[in-house]
C-alpha cells in the first residue's frame, strides 16, 4: 500500500493530490490520514513542491465537501433525509446522521464548520448542516478551507519531517496502511450487508403514498 500510493502520487503529481482527498471527502476509498502522510514522504524526496502538495490536497479537500453542502442546500433537510433513507445502505451518511450534524450546526454555528474540517468522522458530515442552514458559499469555503489546510498541513508535515527514517517507517506503515483500508472496507461491507432501513410512522409512509 505505501509503495502503491506513493507511486500512483509520483506518476500523477498534484493533480492525483486533489484527486484522491476530493474523494476522501465522498466516498473515503483512502482516508485522509493515509493519503497526506504519504504526500509529505514524496515532497521530502524532492518528487513534488511542498506548496504545491499542500495547495492541492487542500483545494481536493474543499472541492470534496461542496457535493454535499450543494445536495443539503437543494434539497432541503426533509428531502435529504429521504434520500439518505432510501440509499442508506450504499451513502456514507444515513438519515439521523443528518439530525446530528445539523443540531451541532446550530449549538456552535459557523465554527463548527471550521474546526469539523479538522475531525476525521466529522470532516464530510459538516458540509450538510452548512448547506441546510443556507451558510454562504463565500463563508463556507473560507471556513472550511482554513480547516482543511490546517488538517492536510499537519499530516503532509508529519511524513515529510519522517522521510529521513523512510526505510525504517515504510516497514511499519505498509502494514498498518493495508490494515486500516481493510477494515474500512470490511465496516462498509458489513453496513451494506447488515443495512435495515428505519421504519416509518403510519403517517409519515401515507404522505409519501399521496407524493
Request: charged share 20%; aromatic share 12%.
Amino acid at each position: 500500500m505505501f509503495e502503491f500510493i506513493t507511486g500512483f502520487l509520483e506518476k500523477s503529481g498534484y493533480l492525483g493530490v486533489f484527486a484522491l482527498m476530493a474523494l476522501e471527502n465522498i466516498f473515503p476509498p483512502i482516508p485522509s490520514e493515509m493519503i497526506m502522510p504519504f504526500a509529505g514522504f514524496v515532497v521530502a524526496r524532492g518528487e513534488l513542491n511542498l506548496v504545491g502538495v499542500l495547495l492541492a490536497g487542500t483545494a481536493g479537500s474543499v472541492a470534496g465537501a461542496l457535493p454535499w453542502y450543494y445536495a443539503a442546500k437543494k434539497y432541503g433537510c426533509a428531502r435529504l433525509k429521504r434520500l439518505a433513507e432510501r440509499h442508506g445502505r450504499w451513502l456514507t451518511i444515513g438519515a439521523d446522521e443528518v439530525d446530528k450534524a445539523l443540531d451541532a450546526f446550530r449549538r456552535h454555528g459557523r465554527k463548527t464548520v471550521l474546526f469539523g474540517r479538522l475531525v476525521p468522522a466529522v470532516r464530510t458530515l459538516i458540509s450538510v448542516p452548512a448547506g441546510l442552514a443556507n451558510m454562504s458559499l463565500a463563508q463556507f469555503l473560507l471556513y472550511s478551507g482554513i480547516g482543511s489546510l490546517v488538517w492536510t498541513g499537519l499530516l503532509m508535515a508529519a511524513g515529510f519531517l519522517l522521510e529521513n527514517k523512510y526505510t525504517e517507517v515504510a516497514k511499519y506503515v505498509d502494514p498498518v496502511s493495508k490494515l486500516i483500508f481493510g477494515l474500512l472496507l470490511a465496516v462498509y461491507l458489513y453496513r451494506v450487508a447488515t443495512y435495515r432501513a428505519p421504519e416509518k410512522a403510519p403517517s409519515q409512509a401515507k404522505e409519501e403514498e399521496l407524493r
